[in-house]
């Protein structure tokens, strides 16, 4: 009888429906805002009540927006910058989750309360400092100036130690030792493997955190050097009176790249979230 219950699949009755759908309705109800001012013009947009239906002028604004915002080399510039801090972020915060998840070092404690303790720190008041540092490294106007300082943060550290803590047995890690395996094969062949899952959700986070960066990006870069879409999108609408239809064909542009990510990989992302739900 019991494993005939566990077996058993839930099913949501019409509440739950209900209430599913006023939250799908009301995530998908920006980016469906978004597109629909993206197909208006700016005098239909002004007036009241506003149009909740498309337009005839989205290839218009899309095309617009393009141009204006130089958003070809914007979107490159953003995939390599995002890219890399994700991959750098999720490689360097699993080596050191697993350093402080499972390894035996003097101040062990002290180093993660320092870690964490970075985090309580509001990234403004390292603007200054870290300007200067690639001032004088000529990084002005250069990726590198976005892509070093944020290639590992406190919250991917902290977040990687927790998970291994309870996903990756000590005894499998022993059992490597005994096997006469180095810590980079203990990391290569252990610890990547039980951590993938995890891995997993961090580079999301991270991507779509580096892909949607404005504050640090819009003081280190120019909009006529090599801006990411975030810098790009503040040149759009210029004048007297913004045209707000082709800012909200920027935001769009902007923001498929992401769309698109996650309709590609967005079923392995859940899978491996509920793969660790299960192994934890």
Known sequence: M?????????HGGKVTYAVLILFTAGSLFPLLWTAVAASRNNTRLAQTPPPFWFGGNLLKNLGTAWTDANMGTALLNTTVVATTVAAGTVLFSTVAGFAFAKLRFRAKRLLLLLVIGTMMVPPQLGVVPLFMTIA??????????????????AFGVFFMRQYLLQALPTELVEAARTDGANS????????????????????????????????????????????????ALTGL?????????VIMAGALLGTLPLLVAFVLFGKQIVGGIMQGAVKG
């Open 184 to 231: 980079w094969r203990v990391v290569w062949h252990v610890v990547f493997p039980a951590a993938r899952p995890a891995m997993a959700v961090l580079g999301l986070l991270t991507f779509v955190q580096a892909w949607n960066d404005f504050f640090w990006p819009i003081i280190a870069l120019t909009q006529n050097g090599s801006p990411t879409v975030q810098v």
């Open 136 to 153: 004088e490294l000529e990084w002005t106007d250069h990726l590198q100036a976005v892509i070093l300082p944020t290639l590992v943060s």
């Open 2 to 10: 019991t494993a005939r219950r566990a077996g058993r699949q839930l």
């Open 237 to 245: 609408g210029r004048g007297f009176i913004p045209d707000q239809s």
